[in-house]
């Protein structure tokens, strides 16, 4: 099996432990969801942020946890993992979905334990004929039966028609909202994809939430809060310009 590199960088305490909250939450989902969508309704709302440390803390937990980058169009993965590979030569989900690959030349280990990943590695300008390919459904089944999770990043709801199509294939969905910024009219219609698509929404994640000063029982934990909703903010100290963060919400998972 191929193998990639991946860097993601520590959280801070709080922003830790709700991403902890949502493993969890995701783990007491049922044996039948293993097939997990992570989208957004719109760009630059976090869900690339929070599918990467789902999978990190799925697999360091001990189970066989495989993401697969499917947003085609505009992927942030080899950034945010700061991978070093080569864009011409190494075969991703994109070669795999146009039948220049087979499924052992897109799977790779890296060198987080029990974590795996199908890449996106060169970015397509129109990949919804390939996703609607028997090709792509028979990728997501049968990493199904070979690893506990299949964790799928996908593009954003409310941007193109790629992230309903995908939700069609999966177990359950996971919708990142952006606290104060996502309109409600778009949050409701990205439920209403969800629903159409025949995917279970297993929850929403609430992101950036300013919790500042607030606390739970007797404990703060300093600017990220812990506060009603679990809402949590973060920004990695090296992105200055990342908008991506982490943060979940008490519902995370329809808890």
Known sequence: MNQLNVNLPELPYAVSEAMNRLRINIKFCGKNTRKILLTSCQPNEGKSTISSYLWKMLAEAGFPTVLVDVDLRKSVMKTRFQMDYDDDTTMGLNHYLSGMAEYEDVIYSTNIPNGYMVPCTQLLENPSALLEDVRFKELLNTLSENYRFVIIDSPPLGSVSDGALIASLCDGAV?????????????????????????????????????????????????????????????????????????????????
């Open 175 to 255: 919708l990142v909202v952006r606290a104060g910024t996502t309109p409600r009219t778009l949050i409701k219609q990205s439920l209403y994809e969800i629903q159409q698509s025949g995917c279970k929404l297993l929850g929403t994640v609430l992101n950036r939430a300013d919790v500042k000063g607030r606390a739970y029982g007797k404990y703060g934990y300093g600017k990220y809060g812990y506060g009603y909703g679990y809402g949590y903010g973060y920004e990695p100290k090296d992105k200055k310009n990342s908008s991506d963060s982490a943060a979940a919400d008490k519902n995370s998972t329809g808890k």
